[in-house]
């Protein structure tokens, strides 16, 4: 008796291993920040060998890009919604790659990546939503940042020195409620964007200190990857739980309904990819988008326009 063939098609995947990770990523998404804590969510692949393969992951990935694709198109063309995605993470947990990964199939014309650096002093001179406000995407494009406004209450919160370089009076560098008050003024920021047609999407890629770790000495042990690192990497690294605490509240003071955040497990690459893929068509297809429609005057007219056309 032959024996029966353990390899799963393609179709195989994206029949079984679509709807289980669907439910995996509706538990990631949180949109009530009380009592969240990153412990309370998983690193690695929780689905384990029902999508270890890199070829299973790819073959969702690769489906997730093309409907993806599809609903950026129907966007642009609806000109109504405009759609902000914002990617915050650890050093090392995969954003430029998620990035690069899963955008690979939408029209550039629609969309447009920020990444968000050092403050140049230009920007300093203004508030602190001011740089991330001159970079949001018009109707019918997805904007995404990399790294964010949020930099303002995670890296300038564990580093003091930086808030008392910034061009503030000193009455409100030394307000005990800085950091408070700036997740205030994130929550209504977000708050008036959704109310003004702009669907956000809030991800952040959660890596374990062990598989930073092993990225780090890649990026060390690898030619290819030594531009990557840098020695301040390592000085980031030793304030490992002053970001944890940073990031629990931030995601505490600002997820909401409108805003969600997507907590991503990020040790398996392949896995965060696909995962950030089904959340983004998850919350697309929340807008019902479509082409617009021909008006019965404008059928008449590309009657005589294809008229025109055919005589030529």
Known sequence: MAKKSKIRTEADVLAIDTEELDRLVKSFRVTDGEGFDPDDYPTRNPMGKALDERAEAKALLSDGIAQLSKLQEKLYAQDKWSVLVIFQAMDAAGKDSTIKHVLSGINPQGCEVTPFKRPSDEELSHDFLWRCLRRLPERGRIGIFNRSHYEEVLVVRVHPEILAAQHLPDEIKKDDEIFDKRLKDIRHFENYLARNGTKIIKFFLHVSKDEQKKRLLSRLDEPDKNWKFELGD??????????????????????????????IPADDKWFMRAAVVRALLKELNTLDLEFPEVSKSERAAFAEARKQLESE
């Open 234 to 263: 390592l000085k980031e690294r030793a304030l490992w739980d002053d970001y944890q605490k940073a990031y629990k509240h931030a995601i505490r003071e600002t997820a909401t309904k409108k805003a969600p955040w997507y907590v």
